[in-house]
């Protein structure tokens, strides 16, 4: 990978974190952003979540998002942290994930699941009355450019995130200048080396299991179209124009 290229994803993946740890509220608040992204350290810490667990209801249940952050993100944490251990390298989650493909499985799959979640968490927001939302601002005009509207961009996210064989994430990246909407198994994300599709990411949508089975069983497509209701656009549209 070239110096610029690193370059690239390296300050993207501090914007999407910089953004994170200005948002989160709480206890667990981040101090500063070298909390999670420059982090060198071998302890990562969980992040508050910048709402209550019941905010998301009626599309995504307060038990759920109960346990999926504080069993499911704060196991990746916990596991991360127990990964790094005996680690000697620059443990920051951008420096990991630059060559991740020479690690420990291990910090692949924990230091991603602590990456992704984090940056869901802000994606989302309530929205009681269940309004109809869409992108809004520079993101919306990029989104109608690369995708000819907002309705063709959510039919291909949807299938796309539908489609994804057993555990793992759709995302809208920035690769280049262009849009992209691509998929990863597991934990990894675009700014890793193992992914095919590298950028920055812009949009995230968690299609585990542990996502959505107590509120919908097996019925994804339900829990993505409900997703659609709780994004955060302002947030989205704050990691595209932040360079
Ligand atoms: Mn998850």
């Known amino acids: 990978m070239s110096n610029d290229r690193r370059d ?19 206890e667990e608040k981040l101090k500063t952003l070298d909390d999670l992204a420059l982090n060198n350290e071998t302890s990562h810490t969980l992040p508050a979540l910048p ?33 790094l251990k005996e680690f000697k390298g620059d443990a920051a989650l951008v420096s990991l994930f630059a060559q991740v493909s020479k690690l420990d499985t291990a910090i692949r799959n924990n230091g991603g699941g602590h990456y992704n979640h984090s940056l869901f968490w802000t994606l989302m927001q309530p929205n009681k009355e269940g309004k109809k939302i869409v992108a809004e601002g520079k993101i919306a005009e990029a989104i109608t450019t690369h995708f000819q509207s907002f309705e063709n961009f959510q039919k291909e996210f949807t299938e796309k995130a539908t489609k994804v064989f057993g555990s793992g994430w759709c995302w809208l990246i920035e690769q280049d200048g262009k849009l992209k909407i691509t998929t990863t198994p597991n934990q990894d994300n675009p700014l890793m080396d193992v992914v095919s599709e590298k950028g920055k990411p812009l949009l995230a949508l968690d ?18 179209s409900n997703w659609w209701n709780v994004i955060n656009w302002n947030k989205v549209n704050e990691l595209y124009t932040t360079k």
């Open 8 to 26: 690239f994803l390296k300050k993207s993946a501090l914007l999407g974190l910089a953004s994170i740890a200005g948002n989160l509220i709480g």
């Open 51 to 83: 709402y209550a667990y019941n905010a998301l209801e009626p599309f995504i249940d307060a038990q759920t998002m109960e346990i999926h952050h504080s069993k499911h993100h704060k196991a990746y944490v916990d596991k991360l942290n127990a990964a």
């Open 207 to 224: 299609v585990w299991e542990h996502a959505y089975y107590l509120k919908y069983q097996n019925k994804r497509a339900d829990y993505i």
